[in-house]
């Protein structure tokens, strides 16, 4: 059988186009491009960042009374390991927290603070108190504490109301 030359041009075209969609057929079937749910990298960069955020946003003073200091014992089991609550109870990572609300900051004799902690300055208000317990590592950059933070604005709440019950005249609340 001869073919003419248009013969031949027409069906090395066909046998091309053939060539081009079983090629495009199996590399489709083999690789799946996926959309990922979200960029790796960043998303997770961004994900660590928000909730710290957050959390200074959030206020727990609004939740002191509907909360309870006995809740709060339960969560201080997160700081017992570094301190101490009794009346002149020794101090251990971190100082004794005996009287805490109002006293002033890195104040706790025999204890050696970081410079961000003394160099705040001020007594423990209830507002300060919240926001070192929300972050301590934001609000005194470089603080000795290693704790990463109470998230949750309820759970300082509690925390606060423990806290406070540390005094023989607790201070009113705010
Ligand atoms: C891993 C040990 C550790 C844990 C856990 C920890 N702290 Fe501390 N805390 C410290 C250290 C150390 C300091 C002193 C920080 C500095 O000098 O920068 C401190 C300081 C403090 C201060 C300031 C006291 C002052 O005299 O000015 C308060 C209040 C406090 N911590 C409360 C808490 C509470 C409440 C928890 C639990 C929710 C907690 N800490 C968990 C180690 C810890």
């Given at each position: 059988?001869?073919f003419s030359?248009?013969?031949?041009?027409?069906?090395?075209l066909?046998?091309t186009?053939?060539i081009?969609?079983v090629?495009?057929?199996i590399?489709?079937a083999l690789?799946?491009?996926?959309?990922?749910e979200s960029?790796?990298?960043?998303t997770?960069?961004?994900?660590?960042?928000?909730?710290?955020?957050?959390?200074a946003?959030?206020n727990?003073?609004a939740?002191l009374s509907d909360?309870d200091?006995?809740?709060?014992l339960?969560?201080?089991?997160?700081c017992k390991s570094?301190h101490t609550?009794?009346?002149?109870?020794?101090?251990?990572v971190?100082p004794n927290l005996w009287?805490?609300v109002?006293r002033a900051?890195g104040s706790?004799?025999?204890?050696?603070?970081?410079?961000?902690?003394?160099g705040l300055?001020?007594?423990w208000s209830?507002?300060d108190l919240?926001e070192?317990?929300?972050?301590?590592?934001?609000f005194?950059?470089?603080?000795?504490m290693?704790f990463?933070?109470?998230?949750?604005?309820s759970?300082r709440?509690a925390?606060?109301?423990?806290?406070?019950?540390?005094?023989?005249?607790p201070?009113p609340?705010?």
């Amino acid at each position: 059988m001869r073919f003419s030359m248009l013969e031949k041009v027409g069906f090395s075209l066909l046998i091309t186009a053939c060539i081009i969609s079983v090629s495009n057929f199996i590399s489709s079937a083999l690789v799946h491009a996926e959309k990922l749910e979200s960029p790796v990298y960043p998303t997770k960069i961004v994900a660590k960042a928000a909730p710290e955020q957050q959390v200074a946003d959030e206020n727990a003073l609004a939740m002191l009374s509907d909360s309870d200091a006995k809740k709060g014992l339960k969560l201080f089991k997160k700081c017992k390991s570094c301190h101490t609550v009794e009346e002149g109870g020794k101090n251990k990572v971190g100082p004794n927290l005996w009287n805490v609300v109002g006293r002033a900051k890195g104040s706790v004799a025999g204890f050696t603070y970081s410079s961000a902690l003394t160099g705040l300055g001020g007594g423990w208000s209830y507002s300060d108190l919240d926001e070192f317990l929300a972050a301590p590592k934001t609000f005194a950059k470089g603080t000795k504490m290693s704790f990463a933070g109470i998230k949750k604005a309820s759970d300082r709440a509690a925390v606060l109301l423990y806290l406070r019950s540390l005094s023989s005249s607790p201070k009113p609340l705010p």
